[in-house]
């Protein structure tokens, strides 16, 4: 409990988590036949499901048994996204080989047959001339009891050791811990954490402590952590959230890295086509519409 | 389930597992950090599970640049061979509904080990206490019914108390007593398997309010130290408001509270 300045007494909210817990308890105790089938209703409903948006079917295996790849490059958030779209899929043909379907209360995507260019999507491509090559856009948040069923869903339970994961993701620049302020840094930069079996060095410096990752990132380079799958995420701490210019270009980097210098062709271009894309956003992100 | 770094399962048989309940004031996992971060203890392995929130950081107890660049995640384990002492860390909360199944897991883990004895560091909410815990000291314990045999004598002679029984509906007069444990996460549950399973567990908590729980932390170990002698006492220590015992934080303690100021604050 702690007073507030006004006199009042509130429950302090515990940073552990603990109240949580309570409340699970007490609804366990008082949970009727109803309430279980409305929770087993809601599971259902969030459940991850992998399906081909061109035949409209299941996955029957994880997306990495049906598609197996020497290289898996995740896109996580909107500039994340933009940037492998503008600079990576630019050249190539890449064939679209699953959709992940999923709900939440941030993403409520029902249809995934028809997306528009704003819209939340998890999408698995690969390249068509190279299909050992494997990338994900991931635009929609993926949450924390739906990020093991995502692992599931794409790496499946037998771990694959051949395979280089590149995960990339923004975070805002308040995320980060250091000792000066953090409206004195020069944001976007970029930061990484890598897996033990990550023998390349990385495109820039690795993420310092006590500074840590959550979300669908922190799922993933967990798994290939403890599976000992040479993974590397590449982070850019920036103070713009939604689709910018100048975040987008902050992974330019990692263009560099082993991973992805073999599928990037031309620069001049793909630059425009960001351009494009930023345009294009901006227009459809109206309150009105 | 437990992955272990390297390519074989290290024997865990005999060992006493400490490990905290992400509890009020984060105190038990404070207080493994620092034994980990004091002892020096080596990473064997991962408790990889999908009932905690994941998460991933570089080494929290990095010492220099070369041992800084290890990725952590939010279940691991360490091991002192040479004391019998092995620390499960947990570093997130549970996901929605899955705290129960966490316990079932884990403890059927610790059974499968063989692990001599288990020890929960954990906290409660100081608000919860009565008169009489108010007067006294901070620090209770509990013990499952395998484990009353082995350590009661030496519990006695350090003249320890234990965690007192409550009411369990507080707004019955007639309700029956049992043991209650708010703002303690999963001691309760892990307690009540304890003696279910027949697995020899020890709880240690403290009654803390949430804030800075460093000296918390520094006390739960103090006190766990007074039974198990994990380190002995530092004789030629110099600064004499320091702890009597050299306990060591680990270098992910800094900006517990968050980054630098800005200067045009003032």
């Given amino acids: ?9 509130v429950r302090a909210p515990c940073r552990a988590g603990t109240e949580d817990e309570e409340e699970e308890e007490e609804e366990g105790r008082r949970e009727t036949p109803e309430d279980g089938e409305v929770r087993q209703q809601l599971a259902r409903k969030r459940e991850v499901r992998l399906l081909r948006r061109q035949t409209k079917t299941t996955l029957e295996v994880s997306l990495l048994e049906k598609y197996p790849c020497s290289k898996f490059i995740i896109a996580i958030g909107n500039n994340a996204v933009a940037f492998l779209s503008s600079f990576i899929m630019n050249s190539g043909v890449w064939e679209e080989v699953g959709c992940a379907k999923l709900w939440n209360e941030w993403c409520r995507t029902v249809d995934t047959t028809h997306l528009s260019p704003t819209e939340a999507f998890c999408v698995f491509y690969h390249l068509k001339s190279n299909p050992l090559v494997v990338l994900c856009q991931c635009s929609c948040y993926v949450a924390e009891d739906q990020q093991y069923q995502w692992l599931e869903k794409v ?14 993701t923004c975070r805002h620049v308040t995320d980060y811990k250091t000792s000066e302020s953090t409206s004195s840094l020069h944001t976007p930069f970029l930061k990484a954490l890598k897996t033990q079996n990550f023998r390349e060095p990385p495109c820039c410096s690795l993420l310092e402590q006590p500074n840590i990752v959550h979300d669908l990132p922190a799922a993933v380079l967990s798994y290939c952590q403890v599976w000992k799958i040479s993974a590397i995420l590449y982070l850019c701490y920036t103070d713009v959230m939604k689709l910018d210019l100048i975040t987008v270009e902050a992974f330019k980097p990692v263009l560099s890295s082993r991973s992805l210098k073999s599928l990037v062709k031309n620069i001049p271009q793909s630059t425009e086509i960001l351009k494009k894309l930023m345009t294009t956003n901006e227009i459809q992100s109206n309150i009105y519409t | 389930m437990f992955v272990p770094c390297g390519d074989s399962v290290p024997d865990l048989s005999g060992c006493t597992l400490l490990m905290p309940a992400v509890s009020v004031g984060n105190v038990g996992q404070l207080a493994i950090d620092l034994i980990i971060s004091t002892l020096n203890m080596c990473k064997i392995g991962y408790f990889y599970t999908d009932c905690l929130v994941p998460m991933v950081g570089n080494n929290p107890y990095a010492t220099a640049e070369e041992n800084s660049t290890e990725l952590s995640i939010n279940a691991e384990v360490y091991a002192s061979p040479s004391k019998k002492l092995v620390a499960l860390q947990l570093r997130s909360i549970f996901i929605k509904y899955k705290s129960k199944s966490f316990c079932e897991k884990l403890l059927s883990w610790v059974k499968s080990s063989n692990c001599a004895k288990v020890v929960v560091l954990s906290s409660s909410h100081s608000y919860h206490r009565n008169d009489l815990q108010l007067r006294s000291t901070p620090f209770r314990y509990l013990l499952t019914p395998s484990m009353q045999k082995s350590v009661q004598n030496k519990i006695q002679s350090l003249n320890w108390e234990e965690m007192e029984k409550s009411p369990c509906i507080p707004e019955i007069d007639d309700s029956e007593f049992c043991v209650c444990i708010p703002g303690g996460g999963i001691t309760k549950t ?34 766990l130290n007074e039974w198990l002698q994990i380190i002995k006492p530092c004789l030629q220590c110099d600064d004499p408001s320091a702890s009597a015992l050299p306990w060591k934080m680990p270098s992910s303690w800094r900006l517990l509270f968050g980054s630098g100021l800005p200067p045009a604050l003032f």
């Fill in chain 1, 1 to 9: 409990m702690a007073a507030t300045f006004f006199g009042e007494v």
């Fill in chain 2, 190 to 223: 892990l307690y009540d398997e304890g003696c279910s399973k027949e697995i020899p567990m020890v709880i240690l908590l403290k009654f803390v309010s949430e804030g800075d729980n460093i000296p918390d932390a520094l006390g739960l170990v103090e006190y």
């Fill in chain 1, 155 to 168: 790496f499946g339970s037998c771990p694959r050791k051949n395979v280089q994961v590149t995960i990339l």
